[in-house]
């Protein structure tokens, strides 16, 4: 099986969304790909119960893709040897009549992962640059007091929108927060079967609405709006990583991959240490049980 370099799917400079890849080869088979995700997946379960016992950083995974990306079988894939204390997944939906009474960042900022945590969000803040942006009248729902029509959305609000975000961020990892974000990059063609596989198979009729296809037709504007998200916002500190994903089995390996090599290069998550009194009566504490 290749080797990878998560560097290879950081994005570190501008890109153009056309020319990044939404297949990757790793010259094994889907057995061997599975193989290699569970072990990875249970290698970042331990750095995750020691970060739980370090508790000094928390971990944010922001996933964003098109519709059938396969956002939901990658948390659970990836994060299945996980024990539950440590872990916490939101999925954000149309926001409700409380989230639109405060800024929208507030919900976000509220289910952020305590320290010692690992944090998911499921659609993300982003939503706010991406479908808005596409649609620019659900920005009437928020209530701003500088915008009162369509009209009134001009670059300048995207330009401050972009801004605030990337503040955000920056707070949250100078304050402890390891933040990843993830495109997972599906392409037109892949969707299209995915979308198929949802009609013909009656179990999974749930997973579709009619919504799905008025949204597939502004595909090349929502590709524009992500394009422009993923440069305006992808910095050192919270970098975005492109996942491609028209394979699932190599898109849950690649995420794990990326954040077990990542918190590995933390030298200093490591479990606490008993303190020196407690530490030296060891041998006391045992005799005193293998006594009862």
């Known amino acids: ?3 990878i370099n998560i560097n290879d799917f950081k994005v570190s400079s501008q890109v153009d969304i056309k020319n990044l890849p939404t297949f990757v080869d790793l010259n094994a088979d889907k057995k061997q790909v599975e193989k290699a995700l569970r072990t990875v997946s249970k290698d970042l379960a331990d750095i995750q119960n020691t970060m739980y016992a370090h508790g000094k950083y928390a971990v944010l995974m922001c996933i964003q893709g098109m519709d ?16 539950v204390r440590g872990i916490e997944a939101h999925s954000f939906k149309k926001p409700t009549d409380i989230e ?8 976000h900022y509220i289910a952020l992962p305590a320290r010692g945590k690992f944090g998911i969000f499921n659609r993300t803040h ?6 808005t942006r596409v649609h620019p009248n659900y920005l009437m729902y928020e209530n701003m007091p500088d915008i009162n029509s369509v009209d009134d959305v001009t670059e300048k609000f995207w330009e401050r929108r972009f801004e605030e975000i990337n503040n955000f961020e920056k707070h949250i990892a100078d304050n402890g927060t390891i933040v990843f974000k993830f495109f997972l990059n599906i392409s037109k063609d892949e969707q299209k079967n995915r979308l198929l596989r949802r009609l013909n198979k009656p179990n999974k009729h749930w997973k579709f609405s009619p ?3 008025d949204e597939r037709m502004l595909w090349d504007k929502y590709q524009t709006c992500y394009e422009d998200a993923i440069n305006r916002t992808s910095k050192p500190h ?55």
Request: cysteine-free; hydrophobic content about 35%; aromatic content about 12%.
């Open 238 to 292: 919270a970098p975005w990583f492109n996942i491609p994903a028209d394979d699932k089995p190599t898109a849950r390996y690649l995420v794990a991959k990326i954040l077990y090599d990542t918190l590995k290069t933390y030298s200093d998550i490591k479990e606490p240490e008993l303190p020196a009194k407690e530490k030296a009566n060891i041998g006391m504490y045992k005799q005193q049980l293998e006594n009862e």
């Open 68 to 83: 059938t990306a396969g956002k939901d079988s990658l948390i659970r894939e990836v994060f299945k040897e996980f024990n």
């Open 126 to 131: 982003y939503e706010n640059v991406l479908v």
């Open 100 to 107: 639109l009474k405060h800024d929208y960042l507030w919900r």
């Open 211 to 213: 919504d799905d296809l």
């Open 1 to 3: 099986m290749q080797k």
